[in-house]
């Protein structure tokens, strides 16, 4: 699987969009790109993924770069429980073990008052 | 959605002893599971990857003798944490991909299980 770069760590205002950057210059054709995040001694939690289109649900918006090289994820409104570190991860989809996912150290996100 | 559960959440044990940890898919039934740990401040670290009716594939370096993985249902995996020692003292978190064989498809994880060894 293809190697993420993350910074280390973001803060952002409480109400204002959060932005997330992950470069992926090695990404293949049939990996996706997942973003999961882990807040403070929990299990990491799903937000999003997406191959090529930008997509959007209710926790987040991931849009994507037209050479799959890096995405960004955007949490419209943050709010204080959005802070966690975020995962950027990019998977093949080649099944059985292979579903597995790969952490990097991810982004801390701080969210201030 | 999709729901793995971990039992138990937090276990304080002595030295020398075993410590069994229990991932069940709730709702979905998962062939393949996956078991990760993480000391703090550090990232997830894959262990082992649990497959139900055959035998688990550990990543280089876990030692499959002291870390023990049985996935007999499509529904549970075990971790047992054999002779468990202060440095096995971590963060253990399974995690399970519901749906279709595709590779669109998400891993659910559960919400951990913090081990103290004594």
């Known amino acids: 699987d293809a190697k993420t770069t993350q910074p280390p760590s973001m803060d952002c205002a409480e109400g204002r969009a959060a932005n997330l950057p992950c470069n992926h210059s090695t990404i293949s054709g049939n990996e996706y790109v997942y973003w999961y995040r882990q807040i403070h001694s929990q299990g990491p939690q799903y937000i999003i993924h997406?191959?090529?289109n930008n997509e959007t649900n209710e926790m987040a918006s991931l849009i994507i770069t037209e050479d799959r090289k890096s995405s960004t994820l955007i949490l419209p409104h943050a709010t204080l429980r959005d802070t966690a570190v975020y995962y950027c991860i990019v998977r093949g989809n080649s099944g059985g073990s292979n579903y597995k996912l790969t952490f990097g150290k991810g982004t801390l996100l701080t969210v201030n008052p | 959605g999709a729901v793995v559960s971990q039992h138990p959440s937090r276990v304080i044990c002595k030295s020398g002893t075993s410590v069994k940890i229990e991932c069940r898919s709730l709702d979905f039934q998962a062939t393949t599971m996956f078991w990760y740990r993480q000391f703090p401040k550090q990232s997830l670290m894959l262990m082992a990857t649990s497959n139900e009716g055959s035998k688990a594939t550990y990543e280089q370096g876990v030692e499959k003798d002291k870390f023990l993985i049985n996935h007999a249902s499509l529904t549970l995996s075990t971790l047992t944490v054999t002779s468990a020692h202060p440095e096995d003292s971590s963060f253990y978190i399974c995690?399970?991909?519901?749906?279709?064989?595709?590779?669109?498809?998400?891993?659910?994880f559960g919400a951990g299980s913090r081990l103290t060894v004594l």
């Open positions: 995690s399970a991909q519901a749906g279709s064989n595709s590779g669109a498809n998400v891993l659910t």
């Open positions: 997406g191959l090529k």
